[in-house]
């Protein structure tokens, strides 16, 4: 296979092939992650957008692997994890972390701040005694914004805002290199998102973190990464650096997407907003062919027969540096190039 | 003012219990022509749904009380109506559409009985169960769901379907004024492009009044002609849109809500957020109840709320704009 890599970064930190996550229900066979190629560069930040039910948190569960994947690879650092035992595994999990939507539900309500902050690093015994690691705690907890009098205060006392900054303290105790970020501001008011988007920012920019950015919400995800992905129905359909995806998007789902973000701006009142009708079709046993078909005002006879294949495309900016592709039969000609 | 639809003065809400009071709600005034929609804007916490569950007569029998102020509805004061004469105005003459459509719904009856139940209880033309029938077909079509769906059941349909639904049960007796609590925020983008601008379509069609709740400047920008912007039970700032979105006056609140919001347009590398929190609605400050968040502070924003000033249609309550160029103080 031949192979482009972004110019930068030789290896990329992370990476999956083929990567499918497939759940057995009643009637079949749940099609959740279907056949992704996703690279991310060391120090980079992938955002991952797309609908409920699009498979994205799934696709960053697979890639921790708290999810078994059913088929596919995922490389760290070009080395693939899914071969890992359990004891090389845990080893790995250090250097992976998540932060979760919702603060609340993924703490633990009878433990203190300061305890759940610990306990990671208490289970991998990264520093000796108690002492020692209630100090990086407390450490921990000036990093992320935390005040050292909450160390002693349960989660149900603090607000969304302080919760998440629980989540991400506990995120960096084990200095992992790669962090999931699922959707760790929706949960939270604007003011306070704007908080938690800019210390997420300033983190990564003193640690070298690389994140992967799911979310649904489209401002966000262009305001934070570097590369995005738009899934729909378990499938990438269009993959290109974060101005560019913006400046020139290509995919109908994209476009529709795009236009569906109401703007705070009372010139963009009569904007024709480009609505897609019906809703996302069932991912249990999906027929061939494009998914978004049905939704799409472009569809052609073809896109109902043949899955199209995601492919390099001309960049708008024409540097070289950036990529982007596309899944859609509107643009096979491309440059021809094979996926990723 | 006779013109107004709905006209709130003065209002103030409170939440008692044993333990302590919940100021969440202080003194707040604004008013709606008819066929107007308003914007309330606000975080989680600012007293958007309080003041929405107030004009319903909705609040929380045993700790909501209301402790000044009126509400008046088309020529009636609705918190001096009996409970019977309010039944009749709530659902008929005003609705409402809830946020999270999955539990605003009867999981046991099916969506026609739904819609069909609120004409029922309003037959006031002695509409025959023949009638009644034909009209859910109507509201259904106009909400873009087909008819042949009438019998199934909530839990058959799609979140952004069943959102639908709530607005045909809420338009189903054609009221005056709708009140609608975020009603895409438990929504996907597309689903909440289209029913937003289901919305837009229907309110232009019946000249119904709106009541807008949200927490999304975005969709203010896109459906609201004037706009009220909400902090710890207070209106801070007040307007047309155009004095919201184009102004270059602004309650330091605002600016920091705008602030916020990353742009699509441009690339900026950092948000500029407000520090700290929302104060504890149980204990607001003396003055300003936005002073300690403040960037601008000054020494009287700790001591003294501060008045309203005006500028035309545009109304800020803050300290900075005492004796500036075009701002009028308003008398109390």
Same mark, same amino acid.
């Given at each position: 296979?031949?192979?482009?890599?972004?110019?930068?970064?030789?290896?990329?930190?992370?990476?999956?092939?083929?990567?499918?996550?497939?759940?057995?229900?009643?009637?079949?066979?749940?099609?959740?992650?279907?056949?992704?190629?996703?690279?991310?560069?060391?120090?980079? *930040?992938?955002?991952?957008?797309?609908?409920?039910?699009?498979?994205?948190? *799934?696709?960053?569960?697979?890639?921790?692997?708290?999810?078994?994947?059913?088929?596919?690879?995922?490389?760290?650092?070009?080395?693939?994890?899914?071969?890992?035992?359990?004891?090389?595994?845990?080893?790995?999990?250090?250097?992976?972390?998540?932060?979760?939507?919702?603060?609340?539900?993924?703490?633990?309500?009878?433990?203190?701040?300061?305890?759940?902050?610990?306990?990671?690093?208490?289970? %991998?015994?990264?520093?000796?005694?108690?002492?020692?690691?209630?100090?990086?705690? +407390?450490?921990?907890?000036?990093?992320?914004?935390?005040?050292?009098?909450? +160390?002693?205060?349960?989660?149900?006392?603090?607000?969304?805002?302080?919760?998440?900054?629980?989540?991400?303290?506990?995120?960096?105790?084990?200095?992992?290199?790669?962090?999931?970020?699922?959707?760790?501001?929706?949960?939270?008011?604007?003011?306070?998102?704007?908080?938690?988007?800019?210390?997420?920012?300033?983190?990564?920019?003193?640690?070298?973190? *690389?994140?992967?950015?799911?979310?649904?919400?489209?401002?966000?995800?262009?305001?934070?990464?570097?590369?995005?992905?738009?899934?729909?129905?378990?499938?990438?359909?269009?993959?290109?650096?974060?101005?560019?995806?913006?400046?020139?998007?290509? %995919?109908?789902?994209?476009?529709?997407?795009?236009?569906?973000?109401?703007?705070?701006?009372?010139?963009?009142?009569?904007?024709?907003?480009?609505?897609?009708?019906?809703?996302?079709?069932?991912?249990?046993?999906?027929?061939?062919?494009?998914?978004?078909?049905?939704?799409?005002?472009?569809?052609?006879?073809?896109?109902?027969?043949?899955?199209?294949?995601?492919?390099?495309?001309?960049?708008?900016?024409?540097?070289?540096?950036?990529?982007?592709?596309?899944?859609?039969?509107?643009?096979?000609?491309?440059?021809?190039?094979?996926?990723? | 003012?006779?013109?107004?639809?709905?006209?709130?003065?003065?209002?103030?809400?409170?939440?008692?219990?044993?333990?302590?009071?919940?100021?969440?709600?202080?003194?707040?005034?604004?008013?709606?022509?008819?066929?107007?929609?308003?914007?309330?804007?606000?975080?989680?916490?600012?007293?958007?749904?309080?003041?929405?569950?107030?004009?319903?007569?909705?609040?929380?029998?045993?700790?909501?009380?209301?402790?000044?102020?009126?509400?008046?509805?088309?020529?009636?004061?609705?918190?001096?109506?009996?409970?019977?004469?309010?039944?009749?105005?709530?659902?008929?003459?005003?609705?409402?559409?809830?946020?999270?459509?999955?539990?605003?719904?009867?999981?046991?009856?099916?969506?026609?009985?739904?819609?069909?139940?609120?004409?029922?209880?309003?037959?006031?033309?002695?509409?025959?169960?023949?009638?009644?029938?034909?009209?859910?077909?109507?509201?259904?079509?106009?909400?873009?769901?087909?008819?042949?769906?009438?019998?199934?059941?909530?839990?058959?349909?799609?979140?952004?379907?069943?959102?639908?639904?709530?607005?045909?049960?809420?338009?189903?007796?054609?009221?005056?004024?709708?009140?609608?609590?975020?009603?895409?925020?438990?929504?996907?983008?597309?689903?909440?492009?289209?029913?937003?601008?289901?919305?837009?379509?229907?309110?232009?069609?019946?000249?119904?009044?709106?009541?807008?709740?949200?927490?999304?400047?975005?969709?203010?920008?896109?459906?609201?002609?004037?706009?009220?912007?909400?902090?710890?039970?207070?209106?801070?700032?007040?307007?047309?849109?155009?004095?919201?979105?184009?102004?270059?006056?602004?309650?330091?609140?605002?600016?920091?809500?705008?602030?916020?919001?990353?742009?699509?347009?441009?690339?900026?590398?950092?948000?500029?957020?407000?520090?700290?929190?929302?104060?504890?609605?149980?204990?607001?400050?003396?003055?300003?109840?936005?002073?300690?968040?403040?960037?601008?502070?000054?020494?009287?924003?700790?001591?003294?709320?501060?008045?309203?000033?005006?500028?035309?249609?545009?109304?800020?309550?803050?300290?900075?704009?005492?004796?500036?160029?075009?701002?009028?103080?308003?008398?109390?």
């Amino acid at each position: 296979m031949k192979r482009t890599e972004p110019t930068t970064n030789a290896v990329p930190l992370l990476e999956t092939r083929n990567l499918k996550k497939y759940f057995k229900v009643r009637e079949g066979m749940l099609h959740a992650v279907d056949d992704v190629n996703i690279s991310i560069p060391v120090k980079k *930040t992938l955002g991952v957008v797309g609908e409920s039910g699009c498979g994205k948190s *799934t696709l960053g569960r697979t890639i921790l692997r708290l999810l078994d994947a059913t088929e596919g690879r995922i490389l760290f650092k070009g080395e693939d994890i899914l071969k890992y035992k359990h004891r090389k595994m845990q080893e790995m999990r250090k250097k992976m972390q998540i932060i979760f939507q919702d603060p609340y539900s993924s703490i633990n309500p009878r433990m203190s701040v300061a305890e759940i902050i610990a306990e990671f690093m208490l289970v %991998h015994r990264t520093h000796r005694g108690k002492m020692a690691t209630f100090q990086r705690a +407390a450490e921990l907890m000036d990093t992320v914004g935390l005040a050292r009098r909450y +160390a002693g205060v349960y989660p149900h006392e603090l607000d969304g805002g302080r919760r998440q900054r629980i989540g991400i303290a506990r995120a960096l105790s084990l200095d992992p290199e790669f962090i999931v970020c699922d959707e760790p501001v929706s949960a939270l008011d604007v003011s306070i998102q704007a908080q938690i988007l800019n210390l997420l920012m300033d983190i990564q920019e003193d640690r070298g973190l *690389t994140y992967m950015f799911i979310t649904h919400d489209l401002s966000v995800v262009k305001h934070i990464s570097d590369e995005i992905v738009v899934m729909y129905l378990g499938q990438c359909v269009e993959h290109a650096s974060s101005d560019e995806l913006f400046a020139n998007p290509m %995919h109908p789902y994209t476009k529709a997407l795009l236009s569906a973000i109401p703007e705070p701006d009372i010139s963009m009142r009569n904007k024709e907003i480009k609505i897609i009708k019906g809703e996302i079709t069932s991912p249990i046993n999906p027929r061939p062919g494009c998914r978004f078909a049905a939704r799409c005002e472009y569809a052609m006879d073809i896109c109902r027969e043949k899955t199209p294949p995601l492919l390099h495309q001309p960049v708008s900016s024409g540097k070289e540096t950036e990529r982007h592709l596309v899944a859609c039969h509107l643009f096979r000609k491309g440059q021809g190039k094979d996926t990723l | 003012m006779t013109d107004h639809l709905i006209s709130i003065q003065n209002l103030s809400v409170e939440y008692r219990s044993d333990i302590e009071t919940v100021y969440a709600v202080n003194n707040i005034t604004f008013s709606l022509k008819k066929g107007e929609t308003f914007g309330l804007v606000g975080e989680t916490g600012a007293g958007k749904t309080t003041t929405a569950l107030t004009i319903m007569r909705l609040l929380p029998e045993q700790t909501g009380r209301i402790t000044g102020g009126s509400i008046d509805f088309d020529g009636r004061s609705l918190l001096d109506l009996p409970e019977s004469e309010m039944r009749s105005i709530r659902g008929e003459q005003i609705s409402m559409i809830f946020q999270d459509p999955m539990t605003s719904l009867n999981p046991v009856m099916s969506v026609e009985e739904q819609i069909a139940e609120a004409m029922e209880l309003h037959n006031r033309d002695n509409k025959t169960p023949e009638d009644i029938r034909k009209r859910v077909d109507e509201v259904l079509l106009m909400v873009g769901i087909p008819p042949s769906r009438k019998h199934d059941y909530p839990h058959q349909f799609s979140g952004g379907m069943k959102q639908r639904v709530v607005i045909a049960m809420a338009l189903a007796c054609e009221p005056q004024l709708l009140i609608a609590d975020e009603p895409t925020t438990a929504l996907d983008v597309t689903i909440q492009a289209q029913v937003i601008s289901m919305i837009r379509k229907l309110r232009d069609r019946l000249g119904t009044a709106m009541i807008m709740i949200t927490h999304d400047l975005g969709i203010v920008a896109q459906t609201c002609d004037n706009v009220a912007v909400m902090y710890a039970g207070e209106i801070i700032e007040m307007g047309t849109a155009e004095d919201i979105y184009l102004s270059s006056d602004h309650h330091p609140y605002t600016t920091g809500l705008f602030g916020s919001i990353p742009n699509l347009r441009s690339k900026t590398s950092r948000l500029t957020p407000i520090a700290g929190l929302m104060p504890d609605p149980t204990h607001l400050p003396e003055g300003c109840n936005f002073s300690p968040r403040c960037p601008l502070k000054m020494e009287i924003c700790d001591r003294q709320p501060p008045c309203i000033y005006r500028n035309g249609t545009h109304l800020i309550s803050c300290h900075l704009f005492e004796g500036r160029e075009n701002w009028r103080k308003e008398e109390a």
